[in-house]
C-alpha cells in the first residue's frame, strides 16, 4: 500500500536512507494510474493485487481508492527532497509522478474544495475523513513547493489555492462546535448525503501531522487531547488504541477501560504529538515513556506487532508490521530533533543532544534484547 510506504519511507529518510527511499518512489512513479491516483494494493511486480474495495456500490460507480495514498507520496517526496536534497532524482519524478497526482488531488474535490469520499485510512469506511483530508492538504503544498522549486508558479498556485480551500471547507464541515472538536469523518449514507461520525480516532492526528492545523490551534488541542484521554487503555499494558471500540481482533468489550486493543503506530502518534508541542525538556518525558513502553513491548528480535493483547501484551495480528517500526523511527528522531532545540550545555550553551542519542540508543539495544554495549555503535549514529 503506498500509504504505509510512504509514511515509512518519511522515517527511512529522516534516518537518512536517501537511496533507499528513491526505490519506493521509482515504484509508486510506475504504479500511478493515468488519471493520478493509486489503487488500493499492488504485488511486488507493480501489477494490482486484490482488494475488497469495490468499483460499484449503491446503484453507483465510485473509485475503488483510499485518496490519502495519492497525498501521502507527494508529502514524503517532497520531504525526501528537503533533507536529501538530490535534485537530479527530483527531476526524474516531476512529469510523470508530482504533476499527475496533485493535478488528481486538486480536481476530485466537491463543490466546497473539500476531497470527494473514498476509502479511510483503516480500509473500512467510505466518506471524507479527517486524516484523509489532512493528508490531501500536505499533499498538495508538497506539489507547491516542488513545482515551485522548478520554477512552474502557475502550477504551484494552483496547487496552493485548492489547499487552501481543502483547509477552509475542513474547517467549517469536520469540526463541530457542540462536541468542541472535530469529527473523524462525513460518512456516505445510503440516501448519497454525508452524515458526521463523531467516534474518536486517534487518525485525527492527521490533521495535525500534515500541517492542516497548527499544534497550538484551540481546535487541535482540543481534539487531541480528548482523543489521547478516550484511546488510552487502561490495563497494565496500557498504550493508545486505534479508535472507539474497535471490533479488530478485539479482546475486550469494556469499551470504559479498553477502548480497543494498543496500537503502536497509535501509540507513537501520541508521542509524535507531544514532541511537537513541547515547549521545555521536561515536557517531552511522555515522548520518552511512550518510547521505553514501545521497546518493553517488543519482541526479543526487536519485531513491532500490528497491535497487542490489552490484557497480557502478546502481539495481535500482523508482526512485524514495518508501519510500526517506520513510526517508531520517526518518532525517536522528532524526539532528538525537538530536545536540541530544548536543551542545552550550561558551560558551552551548545545543544545536549549526543547524550540524548545515548539514551535512545539504550532504548534500541532493550528492543533488541541486546545490552548497551553491543549496541554502542548507535551512539554515534541513529541511523543504523
Same mark, same amino acid.
Given at each position: &500500500? ?36 493509486? &489503487? ?126 481543502v483547509r477552509i ?106 514532541? &511537537? ?37 502478546s502481539p495481535l ?58 549496541m554502542s555503535f ?7
Amino acid at each position: &500500500m503506498a500509504a504505509d510506504g510512504a509514511l515509512i519511507a518519511f522515517g527511512l529518510d529522516q534516518a537518512g536512507y536517501h537511496e533507499l527511499t528513491l526505490r519506493f518512489f521509482r515504484f509508486c512513479r510506475d504504479a500511478l494510474t493515468d488519471d493520478g491516483y493509486f &489503487m488500493h494494493k499492488y504485488n511486488p511486480d507493480g501489477s494490482l493485487a486484490s482488494s475488497w474495495h469495490p468499483f460499484h456500490a449503491k446503484d453507483e460507480g465510485r473509485l475503488p481508492i483510499q485518496e490519502d495514498e495519492t497525498a501521502l507520496v507527494l508529502w514524503s517526496l517532497w520531504n525526501h527532497f528537503f533533507l536529501a536534497r538530490d535534485v537530479e532524482a527530483l527531476g526524474e519524478f516531476y512529469v510523470d509522478l508530482v504533476r499527475p497526482a496533485a493535478e488528481f488531488l486538486a480536481s476530485y474535490v466537491d463543490a466546497s474544495g473539500l476531497p470527494k469520499p473514498s476509502w479511510d485510512l483503516w480500509e473500512e469506511r467510505y466518506g471524507v475523513h479527517a486524516f484523509t483530508v489532512g493528508a490531501v492538504y500536505g499533499g498538495l503544498r508538497a506539489a507547491a513547493n516542488i513545482a515551485r522549486f522548478f520554477g512552474e508558479t502557475v502550477s504551484a498556485e494552483v496547487y496552493d489555492d485548492a489547499a487552501s480551500h481543502v483547509r477552509i471547507a475542513a474547517l467549517e464541515r469536520l469540526y463541530d462546535p457542540q462536541l468542541g472538536r472535530f469529527v473523524r469523518a462525513l460518512l456516505w449514507t445510503s440516501d448519497g448525503t454525508l452524515r458526521p461520525d463523531p467516534t474518536i480516532d486517534s487518525s485525527l492526528f492527521g490533521l495535525v501531522r500534515f500541517g492542516l492545523l497548527d499544534a497550538d490551534d484551540p481546535r487541535a488541542l482540543a481534539t487531541m487531547e480528548a482523543v489521547w484521554d478516550r484511546l488510552r487503555v487502561r490495563t497494565s499494558i496500557g498504550g493508545t488504541a486505534r479508535y472507539e471500540d474497535d471490533a479488530y481482533h478485539q479482546v475486550s468489550r469494556d469499551l470504559e477501560n479498553v477502548p480497543g486493543n494498543p496500537w503502536f503506530i497509535c501509540s507513537l502518534w501520541e508521542a509524535q504529538w507531544h514532541a &511537537m508541542r513541547a515547549r521545555t525538556a521536561a515536557d517531552l518525558e511522555p515522548v520518552v515513556r511512550i518510547l521505553e513502553w514501545v521497546t518493553s513491548h517488543a519482541e526479543r528480535s526487536g519485531v513491532l506487532a500490528e497491535q497487542l493483547h490489552p490484557f497480557d501484551g502478546s502481539p495481535l495480528s500482523v508482526a512485524p508490521l514495518t508501519w510500526s517500526h517506520g513510526e517508531f523511527v520517526t518518532s525517536v528522531l522528532a524526539y532528538l530533533d525537538r530536545y536540541s532545540t530544548l536543551s542545552s550545555c550550561e558551560r558551552c550553551e551548545r545543544p545536549t543532544y549526543q547524550r540524548e542519542q545515548r539514551r535512545i540508543a539504550d532504548l534500541h539495544a532493550a528492543a533488541l534484547g541486546v545490552s548497551p554495549d553491543e549496541m554502542s555503535f548507535l551512539a554515534g549514529d541513529l541511523t543504523v
